[in-house]
């Protein structure tokens, strides 16, 4: 059974950092892409920043020069380097892989909050 465990989160005054690890145990296969997902109070879930296996990274518009993502595929692990926090960057954020052959694992979520 595959599972994701995230950790990093937690509570944060604006302009500060955090990273977010997330890390995958069991049976995968080979890793097509990497993402994290935020939801917001009363949002739905959007793509925060995702990292596709030998290619290029992509940002939402909101965090693009403040957040980086980056994964190592052999260790079935992916990071989410967020700085200059802002208030608005606060929700629960989850991890998402997704195997070549279609199938999507998601994390349990991890909290950030950010205060102004």
């Known amino acids: 059974q595959v599972q994701l465990v995230e950790s990093g989160g937690g509570l944060v005054q604006a302009g500060g950092s955090l990273r977010l690890s997330c890390a995958a145990s069991?049976?995968?296969?080979?890793?097509?892409?990497m993402g994290w997902y935020r939801q917001a109070p009363g949002k739905e879930r959007e793509l925060v920043a995702s990292?596709?296996?030998?290619?290029?990274?992509n940002y939402v518009d909101s965090v693009k020069g403040r957040f980086t993502i980056s994964g190592d595929n052999a260790k079935k692990t992916v990071y989410l380097q967020m700085g200059s926090l802002k208030p608005d960057d606060t929700g629960v954020y989850y991890c998402?892989?997704?195997?070549?052959?279609?199938?999507?694992?998601w994390g349990q979520g991890t909290q950030v909050t950010v205060s102004s």
């Open positions: 998402n892989i997704v195997a070549s052959w279609g199938r999507q694992y």
């Open positions: 990292i596709i296996t030998g290619g290029p990274t």
């Open positions: 069991g049976m995968i296969g080979t890793i097509a892409l």
